[in-house]
């Protein structure tokens, strides 16, 4: 329960400053993934990320845009093999690896319900990411087992990424408001990762459901408040990936003497499904991904982790 305490500080904390006016334009919120999240009993291949973000609605003079938002944001991802405690490099299913990054995006929400969102990303990538000395605090803190193999961790690089993603609604003609289903691409483009990702995203919902423009499932819920912007729904996300590239398993583009390295499953499979909501001035998620074998080798297995969100309009 310790984990959660965090959170049960932060929305306490949050919701004694909410107040009532019509428009809210900022939002401050973290993620945290885990896939302790799913199974106390599990902690392999990307085991933990945390993640701070801030949007605010910027000004829009296009008609055809309902808003723009601007969103700043910076995390950590940590990655380990089938376990955190692997200490002969021989073992090591796949490399230690610690990301740290900055990033900005732009995301435009359209009258159509479609979405853009542009972003850029500077990270490093390495010891400089402090990933181990979190990993090994945050186990210290919470009294699990200390974990080893760290020094045959992924070398230092940096990181500059580009990212583009689309999505539209589909079949924006059914009649049912507790129902939608909506298609997107993700492209990725950098020193870290090069890949792409098609997919679609369906809302379940009880009540009629908010536009996409309104809605907390791309972050769009800061705007002008209206008395029904209450939301609750499931979700369901299919996707296929294609990787062409990515130096938490292969290491950098520029440094071929990480120990160890592997190569990559170009063509993946993931699903994601989850319950968001939100109530007043607060949004929470969780969610549960599935990703298909990333690693090439007959060691590597599929993965899976949960995702916790919360986050309040100001």
């Given at each position: 329960?310790?984990?959660?305490?965090?959170?049960?500080?932060?929305?306490?904390?949050?919701?004694?400053a909410l107040g009532q006016a019509n428009?809210?334009?900022?939002?401050?919120?973290?993620?945290?993934?885990?896939?302790?999240?799913?199974?106390?009993?599990?902690?392999?291949?990307?085991?933990?990320?945390?993640?701070?973000?801030?949007?605010?609605?910027?000004?829009?003079?296009?008609?055809?845009?309902?808003?723009?938002?601007?969103?700043?944001?910076?995390?950590?991802?940590?990655?380990?093999?089938?376990?955190?405690?692997?200490?002969?490099?021989?073992?090591?299913?796949?490399?230690?690896?610690?990301?740290?990054?900055?990033?900005?995006?732009?995301?435009?929400?359209?009258?159509d319900e479609s979405v853009l969102k542009?972003?850029?990303?500077?990270?490093?990538?390495?010891?400089?990411?402090?990933?181990?000395?979190?990993?090994?605090?945050?186990?210290?803190?919470?009294?699990?087992?200390?974990?080893?193999?760290?020094?045959?961790?992924?070398?230092?690089?940096?990181?500059?990424?580009?990212?583009?993603?689309?999505?539209?609604?589909?079949?924006?003609?059914?009649?049912?408001?507790?129902?939608?289903?909506?298609?997107?691409?993700?492209?990725?483009?950098?020193?870290?990762?090069?890949?792409?990702?098609?997919?679609?995203?369906?809302?379940?919902?009880?009540?009629?459901?908010?536009?996409?423009?309104?809605?907390?499932?791309?972050?769009?819920?800061?705007?002008?408040?209206?008395?029904?912007?209450?939301?609750?729904?499931?979700?369901?996300?299919?996707?296929?990936?294609?990787?062409?590239?990515?130096?938490?398993?292969?290491?950098?583009?520029?440094?071929?003497?990480?120990?160890?390295?592997?190569?990559?499953?170009?063509?993946?499979?993931?699903?994601?499904?989850?319950?968001?909501?939100?109530?007043?001035?607060?949004?929470?998620?969780?969610?549960?991904?599935?990703?298909?074998?990333?690693?090439?080798?007959?060691?590597?297995?599929?993965?899976?982790?949960?995702?916790?969100?919360?986050?309040?309009?100001?």
């Amino acid at each position: 329960m310790k984990r959660f305490a965090l959170f049960y500080l932060f929305y306490f904390s949050i919701t004694a400053a909410l107040g009532q006016a019509n428009t809210v334009k900022h939002e401050l919120g973290l993620i945290t993934e885990n896939d302790s999240y799913i199974s106390e009993y599990q902690d392999k291949y990307y085991t933990n990320g945390f993640f701070l973000f801030y949007r605010y609605l910027a000004n829009n003079n296009n008609k055809n845009i309902n808003k723009k938002i601007i969103e700043l944001s910076a995390g950590q991802q940590i990655y380990n093999p089938y376990h955190g405690d692997v200490y002969l490099q021989a073992l090591q299913d796949r490399p230690f690896a610690g990301y740290l990054f900055a990033q900005a995006s732009i995301n435009k929400f359209y009258q159509d319900e479609s979405v853009l969102k542009l972003s850029g990303q500077l990270g490093v990538l390495g010891p400089a990411s402090q990933a181990q000395e979190v990993q090994e605090a945050y186990h210290g803190w919470f009294q699990f087992y200390e974990p080893t193999g760290w020094q045959y961790q992924i070398h230092n690089a940096l990181g500059a990424q580009l990212g583009l993603f689309y999505s539209a609604k589909l079949y924006p003609s059914a009649p049912s408001e507790q129902i939608d289903v909506h298609g997107f691409t993700d492209l990725k483009l950098g020193t870290i990762c090069t890949s792409a990702t098609v997919g679609v995203i369906s809302r379940v919902s009880l009540t009629d459901l908010l536009p996409i423009f309104n809605s907390n499932l791309y972050g769009a819920s800061v705007g002008k408040r209206n008395a029904g912007d209450k939301e609750a729904y499931f979700y369901l996300s299919p996707r296929l990936n294609y990787t062409l590239y990515d130096a938490t398993i292969q290491g950098s583009l520029f440094d071929k003497s990480s120990p160890v390295t592997y190569g990559i499953v170009p063509f993946r499979l993931n699903v994601e499904a989850g319950v968001r909501f939100r109530f007043r001035k607060v949004n929470f998620s969780y969610g549960i991904i599935f990703n298909s074998k990333e690693v090439q080798n007959e060691m590597d297995k599929r993965d899976q982790y949960g995702s916790i969100a919360i986050s309040v309009l100001l």
